[in-house]
């Protein structure tokens, strides 16, 4: 399983744009990198997923580069609602094994 | 409303008293999973399954057990609880290439 890079903690204001980046030097072919949202006490929430180039939903956006060795998580327009642990995690799916490894993910937290 | 339950939602008993914890899906998802969160330590994997009757161990099996009779149901069992299971327990399912769904969460207290 590729082990997964993010910073500990980022800040905030509302309104801004957020890039939260993570790197997964040694990401194999068939990994997809999929970014999760946790509030205290509250199970991970999905948040996108995708395996290479953009992809973009109603609540983030994910940028993926060729290499696939990193990969950022975007944010548009933050709220104090969006403060959370975010985490990256690659994961390998295929018929016979899934196994998905959370990280000590990024505190991201949103300032007034 | 397409959901993962678990229960209870917070549980305190005594060290060695046999205790199950149950998840439920109504997804109709294969894959479900059991995961412990601890301070500083993150989420953990306990045990997963792919579909009916089908279980491995993920990274702290220890202690535990688990059964897929059913699709929908995945419960998570302590045979002998200690005061180190003391944790923050949750379910998950998915499709073969989904996003998880996560449960609301278990706290279990073992005194």
């Known amino acids: 399983l590729a082990k997964t890079t993010q910073p500990i903690s980022m800040d905030s204001y509302e309104g801004q744009e957020v890039n939260i980046t993570c790197s997964h030097n040694?990401?194999?072919?068939?990994?997809?990198i999929t970014w999760y949202q946790q509030f205290p006490s509250q199970g991970p929430r999905f948040i996108i997923q995708?395996?290479?180039t953009k992809v973009t939903n109603e609540v983030a956006s994910l940028f993926i580069p060729a290499d696939r060795k990193s990969s950022t998580l975007s944010l548009p327009r933050v709220s104090l609602s969006d403060t959370a642990v975010y985490y990256c995690?690659?994961?390998?799916?295929?018929?016979?094994?899934?196994?998905?490894?959370f990280g000590s993910g990024t505190q991201l937290t949103v300032l007034p | 409303e397409a959901q993962v339950t678990q229960n209870p939602r917070y549980l305190i008993t005594v060290t060695g008293k046999k205790l199950t914890v149950t998840c439920s899906q109504n997804m109709n998802h294969e894959y479900m999973s059991w995961y412990r969160q601890d301070p500083g330590l993150g989420l953990r994997q306990i045990y997963y399954s792919m579909n009916v009757e089908v279980t491995d161990k993920g990274d702290v099996p220890e202690g535990y057990k688990v059964s897929r009779k059913e699709k929908r149901n995945f419960p998570l069992i302590l045979e002998s609880p200690s005061p180190n299971q003391t944790s923050l327990y949750f379910c998950?399912?998915?499709?073969?290439?989904?996003?998880?769904?996560f449960g609301s969460g278990t706290r279990l207290t073992v005194v």
């Open positions: 995708g395996y290479k």
């Open positions: 998950a399912s998915s499709t073969t290439g989904g996003g998880y769904t």
């Open positions: 040694n990401i194999a072919t068939n990994d997809y």
């Open positions: 995690l690659a994961f390998f799916s295929s018929g016979s094994a899934r196994q998905l490894t």
